[in-house]
């Protein structure tokens, strides 16, 4: 499945995001390697989601951002919808088990699955005003439910970086633990899972999903005003800012034509 590694144990499925190189952002193929995958664990106990090397997700990969190509951009855009809404179909619940950086997408995979835990080294946020796009995946819409509205803005037009103590205090994440004690904590949430009647969790889960389905004409609408803006101006500052490492002059142009 290329960067994506998927094993089964006790009955649960890990899916692992592994391209390091690029702190886990997912391209077109990775993010359709996700969606088989969280699809084909229907008949698990639950699913765990986690990345490798250091870091949990930074989102789609910015590097298709610095010299679009609007067909492969608009369909990167859709099928990372098609992702969250994947993990909020799946009728096992699926555990976000962050360890490191979970950025942009990255973090509106955290708000989109039903727990999260992560170590006390991660860190949290959103980057779209900042590299020229917009989280409108979750991050402006459903993330105001899990963290309250203000906190949600400044989280999602802000771009700051949050610890995993701020990440657990909002009430994004249930558990921090120590950088050496994911795995023991995510076993210990499996273990409680397996006691629980498959069936009844599953009604759970998709009664939980109220939320999400009111959000579902917000995120296709603003969906498609990114669409819409690929190759603008600030698409094209913001990635090319980023792929430089240097800081983006969004209104640099803007003053320059109006003197």
């Not at 910015?62 to 992702?83: C, E, I, K, V, W």
């Not at 835990?117 to 991050?139: C, Y």
């Not at 203000?150 to 657990?168: G, S, W």
Request: negative net charge.
């Amino acid at each position: 499945m290329g960067s994506i590694e998927v094993a089964e144990r006790r009955d649960v499925v890990w899916i692992t995001i592994n391209a390091p190189e690029r702190r886990n952002a997912y391209d077109l193929e990775m993010a359709q390697d996700l969606i088989r995958a969280v699809e084909g664990a229907a008949e698990a106990t639950a699913v765990v989601v986690r990345g490798a090397g250091g870091s949990f997700c930074a989102g789609g990969a910015l590097t298709q951002l610095g010299d679009p190509d609007p067909a492969q951009l608009r369909q990167l855009f859709t099928t990372s919808a098609r992702l969250l809404d994947a993990i909020r179909a799946c009728p096992r619940p699926v555990i976000a088990a962050v360890d490191g950086p979970a950025a942009g997408g990255g973090n509106e995979l955290v708000v989109a699955c039903d727990f999260a835990i992560a170590t006390e080294r991660s860190t949290f946020g959103q980057t779209g005003p900042k590299v020229g796009s917009a989280p409108v995946l979750g991050a402006t819409n459903v993330l105001a439910v899990q963290i309250g509205e203000r906190r949600a803005k400044e989280m999602a037009m802000l771009c700051r970086r949050y610890t995993a103590a701020q990440a657990l205090e909002w009430g994004l994440v249930n558990e921090v633990v120590p950088d050496d004690g994911l795995d023991d904590a995510v076993d210990r949430w499996l273990d409680e899972i397996d006691a629980l009647s498959p069936r009844y969790l599953e009604i759970a889960k998709t009664s939980s999903n109220q939320w999400w389905h009111q959000s579902r004409d917000n995120m296709a609408a603003n969906l498609g005003a990114l669409i819409q803006a690929i190759g603008s101006e600030d698409m094209l500052e913001g990635a090319r800012a980023f792929l430089e490492k240097r800081k983006p002059d969004f209104r640099g142009a803007r003053r320059r034509r109006k003197s």
